[in-house]
């Protein structure tokens, strides 16, 4: 959802942001509605394209880590 409503705010329609990122509309449309697996570069691309900013949190091990992308 968050993606949809990023592209939405951005006044992208789903084959503009396709473009952006060289991807199928048809793979943005499945990303937006979670109906498939996609790789974390993808989406890093999607995010990036919609200009964006990222945060992460990834526990490993019992440790909290803080990853942000630009």
């Known amino acids: 959802m968050v993606i949809k409503e990023a592209r939405k705010e951005g006044k992208l329609t789903q084959s503009q942001l396709s473009e952006l990122v060289g991807a199928k509309k048809t793979q943005i449309s499945k990303i937006e509605n979670n109906l498939t697996e996609v790789q974390f570069e993808t989406i890093l691309e999607v995010f ?11 526990e490993l091990l019992n440790q909290k880590v803080d990853l942000a992308a630009d």
């Open 48 to 58: 990036k394209a919609l200009n964006t900013k990222i945060n992460f949190t990834v």
